[in-house]
Structures are given as structure tokens and as C-alpha cells.
């Protein structure tokens, strides 16, 4: 199966909390893409970052990548129950195909 | 400036059948690709589409085919349906097939197999 690491793979916290999820990959990126699912329906794009970029924010997002240790991570910042969502990164590799990861199922209690 | 729309949105097959989804970039993309989603799982690559060729393939037996259409469009055929095709079909649509931008998905299509 194509797929990449991510972890945890649920989460469950508090509204207000801050939600931070992982995503490893096997060998060298052009770039990272982290996206949200809600049950069931289509996936949304959130954020990309370079290989060349170590960290890259959108509102209350930040995103991370160490490619050094071939991993990134996805901090979601004072969490709101609209935030209760699978999070899914996908990572390019040099031939051009997206890897996808399994997900992390993100709940917020509140 | 409509999004990328699948179609139907759910439906439901008997073993051995086959079926033909749909999807409509988002307006100004040319590639569309193809993925499988298992309930609970991460998407699956079934295949690239990017000036009416096929450009890239997952690992999906040749039961799985497609289409692309000269206004972009694109089509998924899935022929003698097994139990384990049921899945969630998501189509995404991109400017260029080198994957280096944001995918626009759709809201897929819900396929059950009984």
C-alpha cells in the first residue's frame, strides 16, 4: 500500500487546546501538503511547504518540516469544534506521485 | 467559478457490474487524477489524466480505466466489481500533472457493491 506515517492517529482534546499531528516519510520530498476531510466528504488543502522551507504558517495553522528526520508536523492553534476533522499529509516525490498518509482523526470535545 | 463536481454522488452496484463516475475540473485545470478511499484510510492513487492521456497509475488492476475528455473532463470505469471496490471515489483537479500546486477535490462519489 502507498502510503505514508502519520500520528496519532486520534486525537481527542478540549476546544481551545492546541492539536499537534506528525507525518513521516521514507526518502527525499519536493514538497508537503496537509489537507482536512470532513466525514465523508472531499479533501481540502490547507497548506504547502517547499523541501527548501522549514516553516510556514496560515491563520491558525502552522506547519514544520524537518528533512533531516523526514518528517513534518501540523500544529492547529486554540482548537474550535469546527476543527474536528481527519488530517491527511501528502508528500511529493521526485517521479511526481502524491503518498498520502492514513490520516489522524481530530476531535474536539467542548 | 465552480469547483471540481463528481457525479453521482452515491450509488450502489451488484458484484460483477460495472460503473462509470464522473468529474468536472475545477475551471482552469487540466489534469485530473483519481483516488480510492477506504472507510478510515488515507486516499488511494488510481490514476493521472492530463491531455486526454493517461500520465501516471497506481497499483489498481486494469479493471480500472479512464477517460479524458478534450474540455478536461474525465471519467472513472470500473469493470466486474468485487465487494472490495466499495469505496469513496475522489476526483482532483490540478493546473499541470507535476503535482507541485494545491489538488481541488470533489466530493466524490460513494460507491457500495453488494
Known amino acids: 500500500s502507498q502510503q505514508g506515517e502519520e500520528d496519532p492517529q486520534a486525537l481527542s482534546i478540549q476546544e481551545g487546546e492546541n492539536a499537534t499531528m506528525n507525518c513521516s516519510y521514507k526518502t527525499s520530498i519536493n514538497n508537503l501538503q496537509w489537507y482536512r476531510q470532513n466525514s465523508g466528504r472531499g479533501l481540502v488543502h490547507l497548506i504547502l511547504?517547499?523541501?527548501n522551507e522549514r516553516e510556514k504558517h496560515s491563520g491558525r495553522l502552522r506547519v514544520t518540516l524537518d528533512t533531516s528526520k523526514k518528517s513534518s508536523s501540523l500544529l492547529i492553534t486554540a482548537s474550535r469544534a469546527a476543527d474536528t476533522a481527519s488530517y491527511f499529509c501528502?508528500?511529493?516525490?521526485?517521479?511526481?506521485?502524491?503518498?498520502w498518509g492514513a490520516g489522524t482523526k481530530l476531535i474536539i470535545k467542548p | 467559478d465552480a469547483g471540481v463536481t463528481q457525479s453521482p454522488t452515491h450509488l450502489i452496484k451488484t458484484r460483477g457490474q460495472q460503473v462509470t463516475l464522473r468529474c468536472s475540473p475545477k475551471s482552469g485545470h487540466d489534469t485530473v487524477s483519481w483516488y480510492q478511499q477506504a472507510l478510515g484510510q488515507g486516499p488511494q492513487f488510481i490514476f493521472q489524466y492530463y491531455e486526454e492521456e493517461e500520465r501516471q497509475r497506481g497499483n489498481f488492476p486494469d479493471r480500472f480505466s479512464g477517460h479524458q475528455f478534450p474540455n478536461y473532463s474525465s471519467e472513472l470505469n470500473v469493470n466486474a466489481l468485487l465487494l472490495g471496490d466499495s469505496a469513496l471515489y475522489l476526483c482532483?483537479?490540478?493546473?499541470?500533472?507535476?503535482?507541485?500546486?494545491?489538488?481541488?477535490f470533489g466530493e466524490g462519489s460513494r460507491l457500495t457493491v453488494l
Open positions: 482532483a483537479s490540478s493546473n499541470g500533472p507535476a503535482n507541485t500546486g494545491e489538488l481541488f
Open positions: 511547504i517547499r523541501s
Open positions: 501528502a508528500t511529493l516525490y521526485s517521479n511526481y506521485q502524491l503518498i
